[in-house]
């Protein structure tokens, strides 16, 4: 089970959840960035690299019996914070095209000098709770 914590009075944040409370089974994917399957970049758009990067965090989760629904937490980390925030709509289509309108997640964006993959332009951590079977 998940619940959105919303302090009253606070406006609704849009895209993200302030904070989320969950019980159940933990799944923490490592930062994916957006390489495909054979750790290979297909592209050097920032929002190319985003819908792969979900892609990625979506396999993962996938492999834990979990879905996009269950992500409690993420935490995004970009080289170009303008180029991430010009590009914001085709990122949030790129993000509901991958794991639909699912926002309830508390969320953080970071900008870095650099990732360790050298063509990498975001890198995505996840942390999700499976609800445990009734």
Do not use: C
């Amino acid at each position: 089970m998940k619940s959105v914590l919303q302090p009253e009075g606070w406006p609704r944040p849009r895209g993200y959840a302030n904070g989320v409370s969950a019980q159940g089974r933990q799944v923490f994917v490592a930062g994916m960035v957006g390489w495909n399957a054979a750790s290979e970049f297909d592209s050097d758009d920032l929002v190319d690299q985003v819908r792969q990067a979900l892609a990625n965090v979506k396999a993962v989760l996938a492999e834990a019996g979990a879905r996009p629904e269950h992500m409690v937490r993420m935490t995004w980390y970009v080289v170009d914070r303008a180029d991430y925030l010009a590009r914001g709509r085709d990122i949030g289509a790129a993000y509901r095209e991958v794991m639909g309108q699912h926002y309830d997640v508390a969320m953080s964006a970071v900008e870095v000098s650099a990732l360790m993959e050298a063509r990498a332009k975001v890198e995505i951590e996840v942390t999700a709770v499976v609800p445990q079977a009734l």
